[in-house]
Each structure stands twice: as structure tokens, then as C-alpha cells.
């Protein structure tokens, strides 16, 4: 008589566990509550498996276990109703920075992205060369976090957006701008040091980030963020991939140096306020203009926006100039990248609604149909932490299981 044949269990092995617990933490991240049965469904595997897999998940802090479909008084089918799991938001925090030339700003958020607290610190024009830039951002992340209200042993992640190009380790090239070595000094390596998941990445690509996901970018398939204020860069976005080139520096604007009528990459604030410095020192600024009223030192293109929204001949003048510039530029990208839409970010979107009035106009001239949409971003001077705690979430999504939790959170 034969003798039965006998399965043998099969070993998993440590690191298929692994991967299927990060499945399922990421099945997690997108729905308010995950049941054994969804996670079946998604990923293949056995009920026990799962129940196994959640147990360990709320072990380890990221997952919490909900009340049952029966206790909460939710619809189930007969039978035994089924354990129900969410992800913890307050397992870690983020933190998402903009680390700009004149402001440094640091938002903390929490796992689903709710703003728990936020710092800025200016740095006046005569010490962006001198400052230190590292102490100044350290001291800025500290006070997001106390005024949070948790401890730096709770951050996962932290992201970096810097006004220079980045490469995969966070570092800007040397040598070839020195700017851009005096706006990243290291952070990727200093941040890191404090025991966080570092990402620095290029301000316009973070802005680019924030557009596509709570912006103006969002249904756009290809689309560029143009993000000006003393400087342009832009951050591209084509068939909803973020596009960063071999050194990081594809969002870098100095091929405008080569456009006619163009001729650099100086930004909307800075020119606004070299022209109208240029038209005093001239005499050419009627005496009338409201324009005159306004210290250099404070002049910024809102100003000039709200003078031309008055009526102000001589600020409609710079509008209608800065148009012509703003619709090459738009045409030069669209050209090369055929996408669907341009989004205006930054400070100088708040108020910009005649400058992209008159962009629009202009870019139909200079352009072949269609031309690209231009819009303003709703974003405003938070763009660019908006899309760096977007990114740090991201990371943290994508590497969880890489990152410790604070295991003194209660």
C-alpha cells in the first residue's frame, strides 16, 4: 500500500516577507481603511498571510487596527467580519523645505500630508553670500518642529528644494556656478548626519511636483512649471514623468540667454525692478505713476501688478513688455517639449492675472496652434515646500520599511 504523499510547507524567505508587507503598507497609503479581503484581492495572497503580515505592520507602528466592519456598524456579509486596517499618520513626520536665496521656509506634515507646523527665516540681500546657509536651515527645521510639537526622532524624512541643479546624492555641481555651491553647502550629507532620509532636489522640479499633485499641473499629462522670481527655472513634467536630465540640470533656463528679445534668465521680480529703477534714474517714470510712491527696496511685481490693475499707464507699459519676454520664453519650451500646459508659479502668481491676459495674446503670435495653456499657479510663495513635503512623502512611501520608527511614540 502506498503511503500518502505529504506537502511539505513552503520556506518564505526573509525578504519576499519583506516585500510583501511593503506591498501592502502601500495598498494602505491610498485608502482610509484596508480589510485582509482587499489585500487578497490586490496582491494575491493567502488570508493568513495578510492577517500575519497587518499583525506584524501594527507591531512594527505603521499600521493601527480598526474597529471590525460589524463593530462599526458597517454593511458585511454572514460570517466572521473581517479585521480592518489603517495606516498610521502619525507614525513619523516630513519635513519639506525651501531653501531660496532671500527665505528659508520648513513645513512639518505628517504622513497624509497634514501640516502640523511651519517656520520661515529671511535672509536680508546683503548676507546671502555670507550666511550660513546650513545653520540658518537647521535652526528653521528646529522651530517647524517644536512648533509641531514633536521631536526630531520622529522625522522619516526630510526633502530640500535649492534654486541650483541636483544630482541623484543631492549634490550640486562644482565648479561651474558657485551659486550654486553657495545655495547647497552640503545638505544632503548634513541632514543625513542627523539620522534622516535626505532628498535635495532643484526648487522648480519640487514646484513642478506640487503643480501636478494639488496645482495647477493636476490632469495635465505634460506640462512645465515655470517657477520666476529674481530667477527663472522650470521644472518639467512629460507624459507624467518628472524630467531631471543626466546632471539634474535639465530645468536650468541659460539656453534663454540665446532667445531674441530674451537674452538671460533674470526673473519677472528682478526685471520689474530693474526697469522701474532704470525709467527713475532716467527720468522716464511719469510723475504721476503711483509707481513712484514705492521704495526700490520694496518693489516687487505684485506692486507693479496692482499699479497696471489700477490704470497705471506706465506699469501697463512694463506689463505689455514682460508679456512679449514671458510669451517667447513659453513659446521657446512648448517648442521643445510639445506639452499641453505652463503653469506661472511662484510669489508673482498671485496677483498676475493682466501679465498672463497679455502673455496668452502675444503667445498666439509667436507660437503654432495650438499654443500651450498658461495659467497661474494657486500655489503661491508655498510652491516650492509644498512640492518638497509632497516628495519626502514619496520617498518615505516608497522606502518604509528602510526607516525606523520612533519606538518611544506612544
Known amino acids: 500500500m502506498s503511503r500518502p504523499m505529504v506537502i511539505q510547507p513552503v520556506a518564505v524567505s526573509f525578504s519576499q516577507r519583506r516585500f510583501n508587507a511593503a506591498a501592502i503598507l502601500r495598498l494602505a497609503w491610498d485608502v482610509p481603511a484596508l480589510t485582509a479581503s482587499d489585500a487578497m484581492s490586490e496582491t494575491g495572497l493567502t488570508r493568513s498571510t495578510v492577517i500575519a503580515l497587518c499583525d506584524d505592520l501594527v507591531d512594527s507602528g505603521w499600521l493601527a487596527e480598526l474597529a471590525d466592519a460589524r463593530t462599526a456598524g458597517e454593511a458585511y456579509r454572514k460570517g466572521r467580519p473581517a479585521k480592518r ?3 498610521r499618520g502619525d507614525a513619523g513626520v516630513v519635513v519639506g523645505v525651501d531653501a531660496g536665496p532671500h527665505r528659508i521656509t520648513a513645513t512639518v506634515a505628517d504622513l497624509f500630508g497634514r501640516e502640523l507646523g511651519h517656520a520661515v527665516e529671511h535672509v536680508p540681500t546683503d548676507a546671502i553670500e555670507t550666511a550660513n546657509r546650513v545653520s540658518l536651515t537647521d535652526g528653521v527645521v528646529d522651530a517647524a518642529l517644536a512648533a509641531a510639537g514633536v521631536s526630531a526622532a520622529r522625522v522619516l524624512c526630510i526633502s530640500l528644494g535649492v534654486p541650483a541643479p541636483t544630482d541623484q546624492n543631492g549634490a550640486s555641481p562644482e565648479g561651474e556656478n558657485s551659486f550654486w555651491r553657495l545655495m547647497n553647502p552640503g545638505f544632503a550629507q548634513h541632514f543625513a548626519a542627523r539620522g534622516w532620509a535626505t532628498v535635495v532636489e532643484n526648487d522648480a522640479n519640487l514646484a513642478a511636483v506640487a503643480e501636478g499633485s494639488i496645482g495647477a499641473g493636476a490632469g495635465a499629462p505634460s506640462y512645465i512649471t515655470l517657477l520666476s522670481g529674481e530667477r527663472f527655472g522650470a521644472g518639467y ?8 536630465g543626466t ?3 535639465a530645468g536650468e533656463m541659460r539656453l534663454l540667454n540665446l532667445v531674441e528679445n530674451v537674452g538671460s534668465a533674470d526673473g519677472i521680480g528682478l526685471l520689474l525692478r530693474d526697469w522701474v529703477r532704470s525709467a527713475k534714474d532716467s527720468g522716464a517714470l511719469p510723475a504721476g505713476s503711483a509707481l513712484n510712491n514705492v521704495s526700490l527696496n520694496n518693489l516687487d511685481a505684485p506692486a507693479v501688478f496692482q499699479s497696471a490693475d489700477a490704470g497705471d499707464p506706465f506699469a501697463v507699459q512694463l506689463i505689455v513688455r514682460m508679456a512679449d ?4 520664453i513659453c513659446a521657446v519650451l512648448a517648442g521643445l517639449l510639445d506639452v499641453d500646459r505652463i503653469v506661472i508659479a511662484g510669489a508673482v502668481a498671485e496677483a498676475a492675472d493682466l501679465l498672463l491676459e497679455r502673455t ?6 509667436v507660437t503654432h496652434t495650438p499654443a500651450p495653456e498658461i495659467v497661474a499657479s494657486p500655489l503661491g510663495s508655498g510652491v516650492v515646500s509644498a512640492g518638497a513635503v509632497r516628495r519626502a512623502l514619496s520617498y518615505t512611501r516608497d522606502h518604509a520599511l528602510d526607516l525606523v520608527l520612533d519606538d518611544t511614540m506612544e
Open 85 to 87: 486596517y489603517a495606516l
Open 237 to 244: 513634467v512629460v507624459n507624467g514623468q518628472l524630467i531631471r
Open 247 to 249: 546632471r539634474g540640470g
Open 325 to 328: 519676454r514671458l510669451a517667447r
Open 360 to 365: 496668452r495674446a502675444r503667445l498666439a503670435e
